[in-house]
């Protein structure tokens, strides 16, 4: 049997950037300058795409815009770019990608964004609930994947989506189009990815839970038959230093500016004044809220990221060896995809490639 393709991207921000978390202000603003510096960074040490976030909320850049500059500015990593389908037109969209698919040689896939965060989707004028949400983020991803794997127009009469001849007049580089990366713990959520993800993405969580939800999602991709069409993937952050002692005062200094008071509702678990409808956000928060007074919630496993942002708040907190070690007991589980980030991006980005990569690729193949 073939071994599982490995697949390490990286991440570029769209805020901000800089060592200290929690600052009312990052270190580094974002710019098309220094979002071309992590890409190059990325492109040296083998990392084959770049996820590029979007929101408005503490957005400052827009992900597509950017992305297409920095794919027009480059040669050779990709661009994983967050699409909200509440924002797009599904054959707008399916167009867009197919050009700029052309115009990078097929550098690009899409992360598909569901929305969970009601105060936000409205921001953009976007007030469905949260189920309704992933029956459009289904009808998307079908319009889309038809639209890229044929120039036939075609008629369609959906829930979200009335569409007459609708067709494109040429197609993208990548067969069938750009890669779906689609993630979110909800039985909703599940069942999309378990239809239409090409790659579906966990946010870190302990050894138990992944391996758990791994398992969980296999049922459901093998009941639409789809067992050889979907991978799995995880986005986590690192802080991998020479020894473990030396990550962990790391660690404990990027969290050296954070507000006591931010600290203390963080311990009391007390969330931020808005409404969530993101599943994968609580889990967090309650990963979070069992670990212990230096934010370990189990070994290596940090949750102090988690204190001053939402999403992927969880932090693999170790030695190279560690780290890779850690990485590698995800690959043991089944995931072969990997979203990694580390602060900051572009001197981590370095950090991680250089010394922690070669040890998982090392210890991957030593294993089979």
Known sequence: MAQPRLEFNW???????????????????????????????????????????????????????????????????????????????????????ATLDRISNGRLSLNIVTGGRPIEQAMYGDYLDRDARYRRTREFMQICRQLWSSTNAFDREGEFYKLKQTRLESLPVQPGGPLFYFGGASEMAQQVGAEWADVYLMWGETLQQIGDRISQMRQLVAANQRENAVRYGLRINLV?????????????????????????????????????ESVGQSRQWELRGSADDDWYVEPLLWAGVSVVRSGAGMAIVGSYQQVADRLLQYIDLGITVFILSGYPHLEECENVGRNVLPLVREGYLSKR
């Open 11 to 97: 991440c570029s921000p769209v805020s901000g950037d800089g060592f200290y978390l929690g600052l009312p202000t990052w270190e580094r603003p974002p710019s098309l300058e220094y979002t071309v510096k992590i890409f190059q960074a990325a492109e040296r040490f083998g990392f084959r795409q770049l996820l590029i976030g979007m929101g408005f909320d503490n957005h400052i850049l827009e992900a597509w815009t950017l992305a297409s500059a920095a794919l027009a500015l480059t040669t050779q990593a990709g661009a994983m770019v967050a699409v909200r389908p509440g924002f797009y037109s599904a054959p707008i969209l399916a167009k867009m990608a």
């Open 240 to 276: 991998a230093r020479e020894t473990e002692t030396q990550a962990r005062e790391t660690a404990r200094e990027m969290l050296k500016f954070v507000r006591p008071e931010v600290l203390e509702k963080a311990r009391r678990q007390e969330f931020p004044n808005t409404k969530r």
